[in-house]
């Protein structure tokens, strides 16, 4: 079994910082790209940052120069940092990962794997 674990939402001012953890563990071998997404509600879930397993990074719009993703390939963690916050930021925020995992067969496989999701609330 793999699993996902977000950590780090909260509550902040406009203007404030977070930073989100998502923590890849069980049966895998290794992590390939990892995704933030959010989902406000009444709103369909959206991406926000990517990073491949090379370090390559990806963006929405709305948080560019904002927001930074990182990953840690060793202990199969995943960052977003969530600087100037606004409002508009509040949503819930779920990582996504490609983990590669053993299959019984001895082969390999590439599945696609969710958080839970952890609140992020911006509001003076």
């Known amino acids: 079994q793999v699993q996902l674990v977000e950590s780090g939402g909260g509550s902040v001012q406009p203007g404030g910082s977070l930073r989100l953890s998502c923590v890849a563990s069980?049966?895998?071998?290794?992590?390939?790209?990892m995704s933030w997404y959010r989902q406000a509600p009444g709103k369909q879930r959206e991406l926000v940052a990517s990073?491949?397993?090379?370090?390559?990074?990806n963006y929405a719009d709305s948080v560019k120069g904002r927001f930074t993703i990182s990953r840690d390939t060793a202990q199969k963690t995943g960052y977003l940092q969530m600087n100037s916050l606004r409002p508009e930021d509040t949503a819930v925020y779920y990582c996504?990962?490609?983990?590669?995992?053993?299959?019984?067969?001895?082969?390999?496989?590439?599945?696609?794997?969710w958080g839970q999701g952890t609140q992020v609330t911006v509001s003076s």
């Open positions: 996504n990962a490609k983990i590669i995992v053993p299959l019984s067969s001895g082969l390999v496989e590439t599945n696609d794997y």
């Open positions: 069980g049966t895998l071998l290794s992590v390939d790209a």
């Open positions: 990073i491949t397993s090379g370090f390559r990074t």
